[in-house]
């Protein structure tokens, strides 16, 4: 019963979203939330799914290798930001200092 509620709380957490726009206190709540996450080494996108990073087309497993093939595959993300996250976590995961 409990792995059961625990399942559900899950679902309902990952389905959840926050309300745009934050006030100053509420957003520094958040980004409090995700330094202790990032602390514990748990990677928390700020704004979305994976898939909301990719360039457009790119879905499924096939096509994500294929994107990452190319050395720069990186600067093929359209969004800045997004690809500045993306490359600060990744350094984060595979521990790259510099």
Do not use: H
């Not at 294929?66 to 690809?83: C, K």
Request: hydrophobic residues 40%; charged residues 35%; glycine residues 4%.
């Amino acid at each position: 019963m409990r792995c059961k509620i625990r399942f559900l709380s899950y679902v309902e957490g990952r389905c959840a979203t926050l309300r745009e726009p934050l006030d100053d206190v509420q957003q520094a709540a958040v980004d409090a939330e995700l330094r202790r996450l990032l602390f514990d080494r748990i990677f928390v996108l700020r704004q979305g799914d994976i898939e909301d990073y990719l360039p457009p087309g790119v879905a499924d497993i096939k096509s994500i290798v294929e994107l990452t093939v190319d050395r720069n595959w990186i600067n093929r993300l359209p969004w800045a930001e997004r690809r500045n996250e993306l490359g600060q976590m990744m350094c984060e995961v595979l521990e790259v200092t510099e």
